[in-house]
């Protein structure tokens, strides 16, 4: 589940929030129509992004593993805090876990990103894991494409995006999460072979509301083969609430819990 929620943390916090090939194919050169709408996609995108400082939203997270064709999902909530780069913090709150049968339980668990830290809290284990993604004292932020570990698309730099994904115009793949989606947009953004992003992921097709230019659906197929899909329902921009806001600024765990950190490397 962490690889699959940092996926969504990752789109949120890069928006200011995968039918083809990466390999070593020659790019299908598009149509001046095809250039001009992705062109305008991306510079909208990137525009929405620069102006939000604060976004929640409910968000339903399903995975298909690719060995077993089995689907599960997870509801929750998705919260983002501050403005675009290094400093931006997004909390993603699980609270149900659905099985392939529909059988419903529940799954409280949170992850946050802040400050170049991935920090994940399992009440139920009462237990916290830290993992560092940045290293300290640099000022890259992580999740523009060609700097950062989670490099994603999503609110990047248009000239960025294009630099390290093959972009082109397509439609969402069939899917009862989509039912109620708005007018959109919608890309397939393929790693191109020497980004970062071509470590784990396959591709990726986004969805943005054309009202807002914000993400509200995500299809990530990994290099193994499995597929994560976020859908994300009543956005809601602005100053947060008590309770969103407290998911971004988790205090320390009570006493008793376990806290593993896990820095990077030297």
């Known amino acids: 589940m962490t690889m699959h ?19 070593s194919l020659a790019e299908p050169a598009p149509t001046a129509t095809a250039s001009e709408s992705i062109e305008r996609i991306l510079d909208a995108a990137e525009a929405a992004g620069a102006r939000l400082d604060a976004m929640a939203c409910t968000v339903i997270i ?36 659905i099985d392939g049968t529909g059988r419903a339980s529940e799954d409280r668990r949170l992850f946050l990103y802040r400050d170049g830290w991935l920090i994940e809290r399992d009440d139920a284990r009462k237990q916290q894991i830290e993992r560092q993604l940045v290293a300290e004292g640099t000022s890259m932020d992580p999740l523009q494409p060609g700097e950062g570990p989670l490099a994603l698309p999503v609110g990047a730099r248009r000239s960025e995006v294009l630099a390290n994904y093959i972009v082109t115009t397509t439609t969402l793949p069939e899917s009862p999460l989509w039912k109620d989606l708005p007018p959109n947009d919608v890309l397939c953004l393929v790693p191109r072979p020497s980004s970062q992003a071509a470590r784990d992921a396959k591709q990726l097709i986004v969805a943005w509301d054309r009202a807002t230019s914000l993400p509200i659906a995500v299809v990530r197929d990994s290099t193994e083969g499995d597929r994560t899909i976020a859908r994300l329902r009543a956005v809601e921009v602005g100053p947060l609430n008590d309770a969103d806001r407290a998911l971004v600024e988790l205090p320390a765990p009570p006493q008793g819990w376990t806290v593993d950190r896990r820095p990077l490397k030297p």
């Open 5 to 23: 929620a940092l996926a969504v943390l990752a789109l949120a916090v890069a928006c200011s929030a995968p039918p083809s090939t990466g390999g």
């Open 62 to 97: 399903e995975k298909r593993d690719a060995l077993t064709d089995d689907v599960e999902r997870r509801r929750g909530r998705l919260v983002l805090q501050g403005s675009a780069g290094p400093s931006r913090r997004i909390a993603l709150r699980i609270d149900q876990f």
